[in-house]
Protein backbone atom coordinates (compact mmCIF):
# COMPACT_ATOMS: atom_id res chain seq x y z
CA UNK A 1 0.00 0.00 0.00
CA UNK A 2 1.80 3.40 -0.73
CA UNK A 3 2.54 5.20 2.09
CA UNK A 4 -0.46 7.81 3.77
CA UNK A 5 0.54 11.66 4.15
CA UNK A 6 -0.88 14.46 6.05
CA UNK A 7 -4.68 14.01 6.40
CA UNK A 8 -5.83 10.69 6.23
CA UNK A 9 -9.42 10.21 4.91
CA UNK A 10 -9.08 6.36 3.64
CA UNK A 11 -12.57 4.27 4.54
CA UNK A 12 -12.36 1.39 7.09
CA UNK A 13 -12.39 -0.93 4.76
CA UNK A 14 -8.98 0.02 3.76
CA UNK A 15 -6.12 -2.13 4.32
CA UNK A 16 -3.98 0.64 6.86
CA UNK A 17 -3.18 -0.41 10.16
CA UNK A 18 -5.10 1.29 12.81
CA UNK A 19 -8.05 1.94 11.01
CA UNK A 20 -11.15 3.38 13.20
CA UNK A 21 -13.01 0.14 12.83
CA UNK A 22 -10.01 -2.09 14.11
CA UNK A 23 -9.25 0.56 17.37
CA UNK A 24 -8.95 -0.88 20.55
CA UNK A 25 -11.08 0.45 22.80
CA UNK A 26 -9.98 2.83 25.76
CA UNK A 27 -9.85 2.77 29.14
CA UNK A 28 -9.69 5.38 31.42
CA UNK A 29 -8.71 8.59 30.54
CA UNK A 30 -5.87 8.13 27.95
CA UNK A 31 -6.99 6.74 24.61
CA UNK A 32 -10.63 7.93 25.10
CA UNK A 33 -12.44 8.71 22.10
CA UNK A 34 -14.21 12.11 23.00
CA UNK A 35 -11.44 13.52 25.74
CA UNK A 36 -8.83 12.83 22.51
CA UNK A 37 -11.32 15.32 20.36
CA UNK A 38 -11.42 18.04 22.98
CA UNK A 39 -7.68 17.81 23.09
CA UNK A 40 -7.01 17.98 19.36
CA UNK A 41 -9.70 20.72 18.96
CA UNK A 42 -7.84 22.96 21.69
CA UNK A 43 -4.52 22.47 19.98
CA UNK A 44 -5.93 23.07 16.41
CA UNK A 45 -7.94 26.03 17.35
CA UNK A 46 -4.82 28.07 17.54
CA UNK A 47 -3.81 27.39 14.29
CA UNK A 48 -7.09 28.03 13.45
CA UNK A 49 -7.58 31.53 15.19
CA UNK A 50 -4.46 32.59 13.79
CA UNK A 51 -5.72 32.37 10.14
CA UNK A 52 -7.68 35.06 10.84
CA UNK A 53 -7.19 36.80 13.99
CA UNK A 54 -3.91 38.31 12.43
CA UNK A 55 -5.62 39.75 9.80
CA UNK A 56 -7.13 42.49 12.48
CA UNK A 57 -3.38 43.04 13.96
CA UNK A 58 -1.84 43.51 10.82
CA UNK A 59 -2.77 47.46 11.22
CA UNK A 60 -1.63 47.64 14.38
CA UNK A 61 1.63 46.10 14.01
CA UNK A 62 2.54 47.89 10.78
CA UNK A 63 2.25 51.49 12.79
CA UNK A 64 4.04 50.11 15.91
CA UNK A 65 7.01 48.64 13.80
CA UNK A 66 6.71 51.01 11.20
CA UNK A 67 6.74 48.35 8.75
CA UNK A 68 6.35 48.53 4.72
CA UNK A 69 3.66 47.30 2.99
CA UNK A 70 5.70 44.32 2.05
CA UNK A 71 6.53 43.30 5.18
CA UNK A 72 3.01 43.30 6.33
CA UNK A 73 2.26 40.86 3.82
CA UNK A 74 4.92 38.64 4.85
CA UNK A 75 3.19 38.17 8.19
CA UNK A 76 0.46 36.61 6.29
CA UNK A 77 2.36 35.06 3.65
CA UNK A 78 5.16 33.82 5.66
CA UNK A 79 2.72 31.77 8.02
CA UNK A 80 0.54 30.07 5.36
CA UNK A 81 3.77 29.53 3.10
CA UNK A 82 5.45 27.24 5.51
CA UNK A 83 1.93 25.75 6.53
CA UNK A 84 1.53 25.25 2.52
CA UNK A 85 4.75 23.48 1.80
CA UNK A 86 4.81 21.35 5.38
CA UNK A 87 1.54 19.72 5.18
CA UNK A 88 2.22 16.67 3.27
CA UNK A 89 5.65 16.47 4.95
CA UNK A 90 4.53 16.44 8.41
CA UNK A 91 1.92 13.81 7.56
CA UNK A 92 4.78 11.36 6.90
CA UNK A 93 6.47 12.22 9.99
CA UNK A 94 3.43 11.65 11.59
CA UNK A 95 2.75 8.46 10.25
CA UNK A 96 6.45 7.25 10.81
CA UNK A 97 7.18 8.50 14.19
CA UNK A 98 3.80 8.47 15.74
CA UNK A 99 0.94 11.15 15.26
CA UNK A 100 0.84 11.74 19.24
CA UNK A 101 4.61 12.65 19.18
CA UNK A 102 4.11 15.09 15.98
CA UNK A 103 1.14 16.53 17.76
CA UNK A 104 2.50 17.48 21.05
CA UNK A 105 5.55 18.86 19.20
CA UNK A 106 3.66 20.49 16.77
CA UNK A 107 1.32 22.68 19.95
CA UNK A 108 4.70 23.02 21.99
CA UNK A 109 6.37 24.97 18.87
CA UNK A 110 3.37 27.00 18.13
CA UNK A 111 3.21 28.39 21.35
CA UNK A 112 6.91 28.82 21.64
CA UNK A 113 6.78 30.74 18.73
CA UNK A 114 3.24 32.40 19.55
CA UNK A 115 5.43 33.87 22.88
CA UNK A 116 8.36 34.76 20.94
CA UNK A 117 6.38 37.15 18.16
CA UNK A 118 4.77 39.01 21.31
CA UNK A 119 8.16 39.39 22.31
CA UNK A 120 9.78 41.20 19.02
CA UNK A 121 10.46 44.45 18.48
CA UNK A 122 11.41 44.27 15.09
CA UNK A 123 9.35 43.44 11.61
CA UNK A 124 11.99 40.76 10.52
CA UNK A 125 11.54 39.01 14.06
CA UNK A 126 7.71 38.67 13.78
CA UNK A 127 8.31 37.19 10.31
CA UNK A 128 10.28 34.61 11.23
CA UNK A 129 8.73 33.59 14.24
CA UNK A 130 5.49 33.55 11.66
CA UNK A 131 7.46 31.34 9.70
CA UNK A 132 7.78 28.91 12.48
CA UNK A 133 4.40 28.84 13.57
CA UNK A 134 3.50 27.96 10.20
CA UNK A 135 5.78 24.78 10.31
CA UNK A 136 4.51 23.97 13.74
CA UNK A 137 0.91 24.60 12.54
CA UNK A 138 1.57 21.92 9.93
CA UNK A 139 2.32 19.18 12.49
CA UNK A 140 -0.64 19.90 14.31
CA UNK A 141 -3.48 19.39 11.29
CA UNK A 142 -2.86 15.78 9.76
CA UNK A 143 -1.56 14.79 13.22
CA UNK A 144 -5.12 15.53 14.77
CA UNK A 145 -7.16 13.87 12.47
CA UNK A 146 -4.61 10.78 12.10
CA UNK A 147 -5.55 10.32 16.06
CA UNK A 148 -8.87 10.84 14.89
CA UNK A 149 -9.12 8.61 12.47
CA UNK A 150 -7.36 5.91 15.25
CA UNK A 151 -9.50 6.39 18.44
CA UNK A 152 -12.88 6.72 16.63
CA UNK A 153 -14.72 3.62 15.38
CA UNK A 154 -15.80 3.83 11.70
CA UNK A 155 -19.49 4.67 12.78
CA UNK A 156 -18.64 7.75 14.63
CA UNK A 157 -15.83 9.10 12.75
CA UNK A 158 -17.74 11.38 10.54
CA UNK A 159 -19.82 12.85 13.87
CA UNK A 160 -16.15 13.54 15.44
CA UNK A 161 -14.67 15.27 12.40
CA UNK A 162 -17.62 17.14 11.57
CA UNK A 163 -17.69 17.96 15.67
CA UNK A 164 -14.16 19.28 15.09
CA UNK A 165 -15.02 21.21 12.00
CA UNK A 166 -17.44 23.37 13.42
CA UNK A 167 -14.68 23.77 16.26
CA UNK A 168 -12.84 25.07 13.59
CA UNK A 169 -15.67 27.03 12.06
CA UNK A 170 -16.09 28.78 15.63
CA UNK A 171 -12.32 29.82 15.95
CA UNK A 172 -11.94 30.97 12.14
CA UNK A 173 -14.96 33.10 12.89
CA UNK A 174 -14.48 34.41 16.38
CA UNK A 175 -11.09 35.39 15.17
CA UNK A 176 -11.62 38.79 14.45
CA UNK A 177 -13.93 39.70 17.15
CA UNK A 178 -11.08 38.18 19.68
CA UNK A 179 -8.70 39.69 17.74
CA UNK A 180 -10.25 43.58 17.73
CA UNK A 181 -11.03 42.83 21.52
CA UNK A 182 -7.14 42.20 22.08
CA UNK A 183 -5.89 44.81 19.92
CA UNK A 184 -7.91 47.85 21.17
CA UNK A 185 -7.70 47.40 24.76
CA UNK A 186 -4.46 45.08 25.25
CA UNK A 187 -2.11 45.66 22.62
CA UNK A 188 -1.37 43.47 19.28
CA UNK A 189 1.25 41.56 20.95
CA UNK A 190 -0.98 39.76 22.96
CA UNK A 191 -2.90 38.57 19.62
CA UNK A 192 0.07 36.05 19.60
CA UNK A 193 0.66 35.91 23.90
CA UNK A 194 -3.37 33.88 24.26
CA UNK A 195 -1.22 30.92 22.30
CA UNK A 196 0.76 30.38 25.35
CA UNK A 197 -1.79 29.28 27.47
CA UNK A 198 -3.86 27.90 25.03
CA UNK A 199 -0.83 25.44 23.50
CA UNK A 200 -0.12 24.31 27.29
CA UNK A 201 -2.92 23.15 28.03
CA UNK A 202 -3.57 20.87 25.02
CA UNK A 203 0.27 20.31 25.97
CA UNK A 204 -0.87 18.96 28.89
CA UNK A 205 -4.23 17.36 28.19
CA UNK A 206 -2.22 15.88 24.98
CA UNK A 207 0.36 14.01 27.60
CA UNK A 208 -2.47 12.50 29.87
CA UNK A 209 -4.91 11.90 26.84
CA UNK A 210 -3.42 10.91 23.92
CA UNK A 211 -2.45 7.42 22.49
CA UNK A 212 0.11 6.64 20.41
CA UNK A 213 -0.66 4.89 16.92
CA UNK A 214 1.84 3.64 14.40
CA UNK A 215 1.33 2.76 10.57
CA UNK A 216 2.85 -1.11 10.13
CA UNK A 217 3.85 0.54 6.74
CA UNK A 218 4.65 3.85 7.58
CA UNK A 219 7.77 5.61 5.14
CA UNK A 220 11.00 4.88 5.50
CA UNK A 221 12.34 7.59 3.39
CA UNK A 222 11.41 11.33 3.13
CA UNK A 223 11.36 13.65 -0.12
CA UNK A 224 13.85 16.12 1.10
CA UNK A 225 14.76 17.17 -2.78
CA UNK A 226 11.07 17.61 -3.32
CA UNK A 227 10.41 19.64 -0.08
CA UNK A 228 13.19 21.51 -1.03
CA UNK A 229 12.61 22.37 -4.69
CA UNK A 230 9.04 23.03 -4.11
CA UNK A 231 9.74 24.96 -1.18
CA UNK A 232 12.15 27.14 -3.46
CA UNK A 233 9.66 27.23 -6.03
CA UNK A 234 7.03 29.01 -4.13
CA UNK A 235 9.68 31.40 -2.76
CA UNK A 236 10.58 32.37 -5.70
CA UNK A 237 7.28 33.08 -6.91
CA UNK A 238 5.79 35.08 -4.08
CA UNK A 239 9.14 37.03 -3.69
CA UNK A 240 9.04 38.02 -7.12
CA UNK A 241 4.89 39.20 -6.83
CA UNK A 242 6.07 41.39 -3.65
CA UNK A 243 8.60 42.96 -5.18
CA UNK A 244 7.51 43.65 -8.50
CA UNK A 245 5.92 47.22 -7.60
CA UNK A 246 9.28 48.30 -6.53
CA UNK A 247 11.94 46.44 -8.74
CA UNK A 248 9.07 47.14 -11.54
CA UNK A 249 7.23 44.16 -13.62
CA UNK A 250 9.72 44.67 -16.65
CA UNK A 251 12.98 44.89 -14.48
CA UNK A 252 15.56 41.78 -14.68
CA UNK A 253 14.79 40.93 -10.91
CA UNK A 254 11.65 40.59 -11.27
CA UNK A 255 11.79 38.27 -13.97
CA UNK A 256 14.66 36.15 -12.75
CA UNK A 257 12.78 34.99 -9.81
CA UNK A 258 10.00 33.91 -12.00
CA UNK A 259 12.39 32.22 -14.25
CA UNK A 260 13.99 29.92 -11.42
CA UNK A 261 10.27 29.47 -9.66
CA UNK A 262 9.20 28.15 -13.17
CA UNK A 263 12.74 26.20 -13.77
CA UNK A 264 12.33 24.85 -9.98
CA UNK A 265 8.70 23.78 -10.52
CA UNK A 266 9.59 21.72 -13.59
CA UNK A 267 12.64 20.10 -11.61
CA UNK A 268 10.00 19.34 -8.89
CA UNK A 269 7.68 17.60 -11.16
CA UNK A 270 10.32 15.82 -12.89
CA UNK A 271 11.85 14.81 -9.61
CA UNK A 272 8.76 13.36 -8.27
CA UNK A 273 8.22 10.76 -11.22
CA UNK A 274 11.93 9.60 -10.22
CA UNK A 275 11.39 8.80 -6.49
CA UNK A 276 10.22 6.12 -4.71
CA UNK A 277 8.12 7.90 -1.86
CA UNK A 278 7.64 10.95 -3.70
CA UNK A 279 6.47 14.30 -1.70
CA UNK A 280 3.20 14.95 -4.07
CA UNK A 281 2.44 11.34 -6.57
CA UNK A 282 1.73 13.02 -9.56
CA UNK A 283 -0.53 10.11 -11.14
CA UNK A 284 -2.65 11.87 -9.06
CA UNK A 285 -3.39 14.74 -11.38
CA UNK A 286 -4.23 12.19 -14.35
CA UNK A 287 -8.04 12.56 -12.37
CA UNK A 288 -9.49 15.38 -14.72
CA UNK A 289 -11.83 16.07 -11.39
CA UNK A 290 -8.98 15.87 -8.99
CA UNK A 291 -7.42 18.44 -10.69
CA UNK A 292 -9.77 20.30 -10.99
CA UNK A 293 -10.65 20.71 -7.24
CA UNK A 294 -6.79 21.12 -6.77
CA UNK A 295 -6.97 24.12 -9.18
CA UNK A 296 -10.86 25.49 -7.27
CA UNK A 297 -9.03 25.44 -3.97
CA UNK A 298 -5.84 27.81 -5.40
CA UNK A 299 -8.25 30.26 -7.04
CA UNK A 300 -10.98 30.53 -4.72
CA UNK A 301 -8.31 30.84 -1.70
CA UNK A 302 -6.56 33.42 -4.25
CA UNK A 303 -9.81 35.75 -4.11
CA UNK A 304 -10.62 34.77 -0.68
CA UNK A 305 -7.07 35.56 1.72
CA UNK A 306 -6.89 38.33 -1.18
CA UNK A 307 -9.48 40.05 -0.66
CA UNK A 308 -9.86 39.92 2.83
CA UNK A 309 -6.03 41.30 3.29
CA UNK A 310 -7.50 44.35 2.04
CA UNK A 311 -10.86 44.64 4.00
CA UNK A 312 -8.95 44.86 7.55
CA UNK A 313 -7.13 48.49 6.22
CA UNK A 314 -10.24 49.67 4.66
CA UNK A 315 -12.23 49.42 7.97
CA UNK A 316 -9.83 50.58 10.21
CA UNK A 317 -7.52 52.77 8.54
CA UNK A 318 -10.41 54.70 5.98
CA UNK A 319 -13.64 54.13 7.82
CA UNK A 320 -11.46 54.88 11.41
CA UNK A 321 -13.12 51.74 13.18
CA UNK A 322 -11.60 50.68 16.12
CA UNK A 323 -10.44 46.71 15.94
CA UNK A 324 -13.38 45.49 17.66
CA UNK A 325 -15.60 47.38 15.48
CA UNK A 326 -13.71 46.08 12.89
CA UNK A 327 -14.24 42.54 13.85
CA UNK A 328 -17.83 42.99 13.83
CA UNK A 329 -18.52 44.34 10.52
CA UNK A 330 -16.41 41.19 9.42
CA UNK A 331 -18.45 38.84 11.42
CA UNK A 332 -21.34 38.64 8.40
CA UNK A 333 -18.33 36.71 6.09
CA UNK A 334 -17.36 34.30 8.51
CA UNK A 335 -20.40 33.91 10.44
CA UNK A 336 -22.08 33.44 7.27
CA UNK A 337 -19.48 30.72 6.17
CA UNK A 338 -20.13 28.51 9.29
CA UNK A 339 -24.24 29.30 8.54
CA UNK A 340 -23.54 27.94 4.69
CA UNK A 341 -21.41 24.99 5.52
CA UNK A 342 -24.38 22.75 6.84
CA UNK A 343 -26.99 23.97 3.63
CA UNK A 344 -24.23 23.08 1.25
CA UNK A 345 -23.39 19.73 2.48
CA UNK A 346 -26.73 19.28 2.00
CA UNK A 347 -26.84 20.36 -1.62
CA UNK A 348 -23.78 18.64 -2.19
CA UNK A 349 -25.78 15.18 -1.18
CA UNK A 350 -28.40 16.01 -3.24
CA UNK A 351 -27.13 17.61 -6.38
CA UNK A 352 -23.34 16.34 -6.52
CA UNK A 353 -20.44 18.90 -6.42
CA UNK A 354 -21.20 20.49 -9.49
CA UNK A 355 -24.06 22.83 -9.56
CA UNK A 356 -23.42 23.50 -5.49
CA UNK A 357 -19.50 24.70 -6.71
CA UNK A 358 -20.11 26.04 -9.31
CA UNK A 359 -23.31 28.51 -7.46
CA UNK A 360 -20.78 29.29 -4.72
CA UNK A 361 -17.35 30.66 -7.32
CA UNK A 362 -20.57 32.56 -9.04
CA UNK A 363 -22.13 34.28 -5.58
CA UNK A 364 -18.03 34.52 -4.80
CA UNK A 365 -17.23 36.27 -7.83
CA UNK A 366 -20.71 38.74 -7.63
CA UNK A 367 -19.61 39.47 -4.06
CA UNK A 368 -16.43 40.69 -4.88
CA UNK A 369 -17.21 42.68 -7.63
CA UNK A 370 -19.54 44.63 -5.10
CA UNK A 371 -16.81 45.01 -2.79
CA UNK A 372 -14.96 46.53 -5.62
CA UNK A 373 -18.26 49.26 -5.45
CA UNK A 374 -17.14 50.45 -1.81
CA UNK A 375 -16.44 53.79 -1.08
CA UNK A 376 -14.80 55.52 1.76
CA UNK A 377 -18.98 56.81 2.93
CA UNK A 378 -19.98 53.33 2.06
CA UNK A 379 -22.44 52.08 5.38
CA UNK A 380 -22.13 49.15 7.11
CA UNK A 381 -25.84 47.38 5.60
CA UNK A 382 -24.36 48.03 2.32
CA UNK A 383 -20.98 45.93 3.28
CA UNK A 384 -22.25 43.55 5.64
CA UNK A 385 -24.35 42.42 2.33
CA UNK A 386 -21.29 41.86 0.29
CA UNK A 387 -19.27 40.66 3.23
CA UNK A 388 -22.59 37.82 4.32
CA UNK A 389 -22.64 36.92 0.18
CA UNK A 390 -18.46 36.38 0.08
CA UNK A 391 -19.10 34.17 2.79
CA UNK A 392 -22.18 31.91 1.39
CA UNK A 393 -20.53 31.54 -2.09
CA UNK A 394 -17.56 30.37 -0.38
CA UNK A 395 -19.14 27.79 1.90
CA UNK A 396 -20.21 25.08 -0.46
CA UNK A 397 -16.27 25.31 -2.00
CA UNK A 398 -15.11 24.59 2.00
CA UNK A 399 -17.47 21.86 2.13
CA UNK A 400 -17.57 19.85 -0.74
CA UNK A 401 -13.52 20.64 -2.02
CA UNK A 402 -12.55 17.12 -0.37
CA UNK A 403 -15.19 15.45 -2.06
CA UNK A 404 -13.80 16.44 -4.97
CA UNK A 405 -10.52 15.72 -4.38
CA UNK A 406 -9.94 12.92 -2.02
CA UNK A 407 -13.08 11.18 -3.72
CA UNK A 408 -11.58 11.10 -7.24
CA UNK A 409 -8.52 9.59 -5.56
CA UNK A 410 -7.72 6.27 -5.32
CA UNK A 411 -8.35 4.61 -2.01
CA UNK A 412 -4.70 4.18 -1.24
CA UNK A 413 -4.25 7.65 -1.90
CA UNK A 414 -6.71 9.61 -0.23
CA UNK A 415 -4.11 10.53 2.50
CA UNK A 416 -1.99 12.35 0.03
CA UNK A 417 -5.29 13.94 -1.36
CA UNK A 418 -6.47 15.55 1.54
CA UNK A 419 -3.07 16.62 2.20
CA UNK A 420 -3.26 18.31 -1.27
CA UNK A 421 -6.30 19.95 -0.55
CA UNK A 422 -5.33 22.08 2.45
CA UNK A 423 -1.90 22.49 1.13
CA UNK A 424 -3.48 23.95 -2.74
CA UNK A 425 -6.05 26.60 -0.02
CA UNK A 426 -2.52 27.70 2.22
CA UNK A 427 -0.32 28.19 -1.05
CA UNK A 428 -3.69 29.82 -2.60
CA UNK A 429 -4.01 31.81 0.41
CA UNK A 430 -0.57 32.72 -0.01
CA UNK A 431 -0.51 34.10 -3.81
CA UNK A 432 -3.96 35.42 -3.23
CA UNK A 433 -2.24 37.99 -1.04
CA UNK A 434 0.92 38.74 -3.04
CA UNK A 435 -0.67 38.83 -6.45
CA UNK A 436 -3.97 40.99 -5.19
CA UNK A 437 -1.38 42.88 -3.06
CA UNK A 438 0.90 43.69 -6.35
CA UNK A 439 -2.43 44.90 -7.99
CA UNK A 440 -3.17 47.59 -5.36
CA UNK A 441 0.42 48.46 -5.08
CA UNK A 442 1.15 49.34 -8.87
CA UNK A 443 -2.57 50.86 -8.91
CA UNK A 444 -1.42 53.33 -6.08
CA UNK A 445 1.79 53.75 -7.67
CA UNK A 446 0.09 55.28 -10.68
CA UNK A 447 -2.79 56.88 -9.37
CA UNK A 448 -1.50 58.93 -6.44
CA UNK A 449 1.02 62.01 -8.68
CA UNK A 450 -2.26 62.80 -10.30
CA UNK A 451 -4.34 62.83 -7.62
CA UNK A 452 -2.03 64.69 -5.87
CA UNK A 453 -1.64 67.59 -7.79
CA UNK A 454 -4.57 67.54 -8.99
CA UNK A 455 -6.00 68.46 -5.50
CA UNK A 456 -3.43 71.22 -5.87
CA UNK A 457 -1.52 69.99 -3.30
CA UNK A 458 2.67 70.67 -3.05
CA UNK A 459 4.50 68.65 -5.47
CA UNK A 460 6.36 65.59 -3.64
CA UNK A 461 10.21 64.88 -4.21
CA UNK A 462 10.10 61.13 -5.47
CA UNK A 463 11.59 60.00 -2.15
CA UNK A 464 8.66 61.48 -0.36
CA UNK A 465 6.45 60.04 -2.81
CA UNK A 466 7.82 56.59 -2.56
CA UNK A 467 7.15 57.55 1.56
CA UNK A 468 4.15 58.25 0.68
CA UNK A 469 2.93 55.42 -1.83
CA UNK A 470 3.53 53.17 0.66
CA UNK A 471 1.49 54.82 3.52
CA UNK A 472 -1.59 54.85 1.01
CA UNK A 473 -1.36 51.53 0.25
CA UNK A 474 -2.52 51.02 3.64
CA UNK A 475 -5.06 53.44 3.65
CA UNK A 476 -3.07 55.59 5.71
CA UNK A 477 -2.87 59.81 4.65
CA UNK A 478 0.65 60.32 4.68
CA UNK A 479 0.35 63.55 7.00
CA UNK A 480 3.31 65.20 8.32
CA UNK A 481 3.29 66.84 11.78
CA UNK A 482 2.33 70.63 11.84
CA UNK A 483 0.26 70.24 8.57
CA UNK A 484 -2.66 72.99 8.99
CA UNK A 485 -6.29 71.29 9.01
CA UNK A 486 -6.74 72.71 5.11
CA UNK A 487 -4.21 70.65 4.24
CA UNK A 488 -4.49 67.74 6.23
CA UNK A 489 -8.13 67.13 4.56
CA UNK A 490 -6.78 67.23 1.38
CA UNK A 491 -4.14 65.18 1.83
CA UNK A 492 -7.10 62.38 3.45
CA UNK A 493 -9.36 62.64 1.08
CA UNK A 494 -6.11 61.57 -2.10
CA UNK A 495 -4.67 59.04 0.01
CA UNK A 496 -8.05 57.70 0.82
CA UNK A 497 -9.75 58.05 -2.64
CA UNK A 498 -6.46 56.59 -4.27
CA UNK A 499 -6.33 53.21 -1.66
CA UNK A 500 -10.36 53.17 -3.09
CA UNK A 501 -9.00 52.79 -6.28
CA UNK A 502 -6.62 50.35 -5.36
CA UNK A 503 -8.78 48.00 -3.51
CA UNK A 504 -11.32 48.53 -6.07
CA UNK A 505 -8.90 46.88 -8.97
CA UNK A 506 -8.12 44.60 -6.52
CA UNK A 507 -11.28 43.49 -5.99
CA UNK A 508 -12.36 42.91 -9.53
CA UNK A 509 -9.50 40.73 -10.25
CA UNK A 510 -10.60 38.69 -7.61
CA UNK A 511 -13.87 38.50 -8.98
CA UNK A 512 -12.24 37.24 -12.58
CA UNK A 513 -10.22 35.09 -10.44
CA UNK A 514 -14.34 33.45 -8.85
CA UNK A 515 -15.48 33.95 -12.24
CA UNK A 516 -12.70 31.25 -13.60
CA UNK A 517 -13.14 29.31 -11.12
CA UNK A 518 -17.21 28.51 -12.14
CA UNK A 519 -15.81 27.09 -15.28
CA UNK A 520 -13.34 24.86 -13.12
CA UNK A 521 -15.82 23.67 -10.68
CA UNK A 522 -17.81 22.19 -14.08
CA UNK A 523 -15.09 20.12 -14.28
CA UNK A 524 -15.97 18.28 -10.91
CA UNK A 525 -17.78 15.14 -10.38
CA UNK A 526 -18.77 12.76 -7.34
CA UNK A 527 -15.74 10.38 -6.71
CA UNK A 528 -15.91 6.61 -5.96
CA UNK A 529 -14.37 7.48 -3.21
CA UNK A 530 -16.42 10.07 -2.17
CA UNK A 531 -18.16 9.61 1.22
CA UNK A 532 -14.86 8.56 2.83
CA UNK A 533 -13.87 11.96 2.03
CA UNK A 534 -16.72 13.93 2.74
CA UNK A 535 -16.04 13.94 6.45
CA UNK A 536 -13.38 16.18 6.24
CA UNK A 537 -14.98 18.82 3.85
CA UNK A 538 -15.49 21.62 6.27
CA UNK A 539 -11.86 21.66 7.78
Given at each position: ???????????????????????????????????????????????????????????????????????????????????????????????????????????????????????????????????????????????????????????????????????????????????????????????????????????????????????????????????????????????????????????????????????????????????????????????????????????????????????????????????????????????????????????????????PLAGGMA???????????????????????????????????????????????????????????????????????????????????????????????????????????????????PVAKGTP???????????????????????????????????????????????????????
Open positions: MTSQTTIDTTGPGDKAPAAPSEATPATGLRGHPWLTLITVAVGVMMVALDGTIVAIANPAIQKDLKASFADVQWITNGYFLALAVSLITAGKLGDRFGHRQTFLIGVTGFAAASGAIGLSHSIAAVVTFRVFQGLFGALLMPAALGLLRATFPAEKLNMAIGIWGMVIGASTAGGPILGGVLVEHVNWQSVFFINVPVGLLALVLGVLILLDHRAENAPRSFDILGIALLSGAMFCLVWALIKAPTWGWGSGETWAFIAASVLLFGLFAFWETRVAEPLIPLGLFRSVPLSAGVVLMVLMAIAFMGGLFFVTFYLQNVHGMSPIDAGLHLLPLTGMMIVGSPLAGAAITKLGPRIATAIAMYGMSTLEADTGSGVMSIWFALLGFGLAPVMVGATEVIVGNAPMELSGVAGGLQQAAMQIGGSLGTAVLGAVMASKVDSDLPGNWTGAGLPKLTPDQLDKASEAVQVGVAEPIVAKITAVAHDTFISGMSLASLVAAGVAAVAVLVALLTKRGQNAEAGAGVGHI
